[in-house]
């Protein structure tokens, strides 16, 4: 494998919920809905692209703000 590959940096739901200031379970709920930051699964795991919970928030905080 190449060193030089470079990966997104990935979030668990506790990162997520620690970020967005929220609980846990709200991230869990989001994600079974299809609401919130896109996520997807590794396995049982679901992690979040630290970039898409970015540009999710960013698009959040635009709505609300309109």
Do not use: Y
């Not at 896109?38 to 709505?63: C, I, M, N, Y």
């Amino acid at each position: 494998m190449d060193a030089g590959v470079l990966f997104p940096q990935l979030l668990t739901v506790p990162d997520v919920a620690e970020i967005l200031c929220v609980p846990v379970s709200t991230v869990h709920h989001w994600a079974a809905r299809g609401d919130g930051p896109p996520s997807f699964k590794v396995g049982k795991h679901r992690r979040f692209d630290a970039a898409e919970v970015r540009q999710w928030l960013d698009e959040t905080k635009r709505r609300a703000a309109a």
